[in-house]
């Protein structure tokens, strides 16, 4: 999917959740309407093994219920209410699979797929690398993760989908931004707004890999990076992004 993403590529964060309650189709569906290149969504696995699309370990900020996800089974997760607590028109959406969002908009846009477990990720990988294959979506995806281990893994079951590097600035960012950063085979960094700065993005594409830059609400930001040469950014406005950036290549 990278290559085929424009320059600078717009992507939504948890789809448009400026809009809709972050990783629900309603955000999916309105990101693909907002004209999005991509839409970034986050997974982890239910208690019974079910590839769910959320963002925190536990439903009880985004949803009317409470507890860890690995600890909830599917039937549990599709009894919540994920729209209410962003806003009650929202009331009654889903906490949805990552099967039903490619059946839903896999085919309108491509997907950049989080990959959020931290310690035991090897059966994550390899229920999202066949969630993949089902869906005919490993040209279309993209994965990402904060956790090398992770990228390591779907590297080799989906060697030929790409892989982006989540980075901290700062000192959390050290050990991937450097030469152990090099032993996890990934086509693109993905650094946070602060990190954003010049040397990092050029040393990145000196070595042949995108640079998306996470996350970015504001046109001074988006004017600041294209600037910089980067690649695409992670937006909760996709709206706002695109039009800011109609504006910058109209200069
Ligand atoms: O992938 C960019 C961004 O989503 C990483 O941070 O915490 O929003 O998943 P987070
Ligand atoms: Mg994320």
Redesign the pocket.
């Known amino acids: 999917m990278l290559k085929k993403l424009p320059k600078p590529a717009i992507i939504a ?2 789809g448009a959740c400026a809009y809709a309650p972050e990783n629900t189709l309603s955000a999916f569906e309105l990101a693909v309407q907002q004209q999005a290149d991509a839409i ?1 969504l ?1 997974v982890q696995l239910s208690a019974d093994d079910h590839i769910i699309v959320i ?1 925190d370990k536990t439903v009880n900020r985004t949803t009317d219920g409470e507890g860890l996800i690995s600890n909830l089974p599917l039937k549990t997760l599709k009894e919540l209410d994920a729209g209410s607590a962003y806003d009650d028109a929202f009331r009654g959406e889903k906490i949805p699979t990552l099967a039903e969002v490619f059946e839903t908009v896999g085919k309108k846009i491509f997907i ?1 797929v ?1 990959l ?1 477990s931290l310690l035991t990720s090897k059966k994550l990988t390899e229920k999202v690398a066949k969630c993949v294959r089902d869906h005919n979506m490993a040209s279309r995806v993209l994965f ?1 993760s ?1 956790n090398p281990i992770a990228l390591i893994q779907i590297a080799k079951l989906l060697p030929q989908t790409p892989r982006g590097l ?1 980075v901290y600035s700062g000192p959390l960012g050290v050990l991937a931004r450097t030469r152990f950063g090099e032993l996890v085979p990934h086509q693109s960094l ?1 650094i946070n707004l602060q990190g954003a700065k010049q040397d990092l993005v050029d040393r990145a594409h000196r070595q042949g890999r995108s640079v998306l830059v ?2 970015v609400n504001h046109p001074a930001d988006i004017q600041r990076l294209v600037k910089l040469g980067i690649d695409g950014f ?1 937006t909760n406005d996709p709206h706002l992004a695109r039009t800011t950036v109609a504006k910058i290549a109209a200069k």
């Open positions: 964060h948890r970034e986050d963002h950049n989080e959020k990402s904060f989540l993905h996470y996350t992670f």
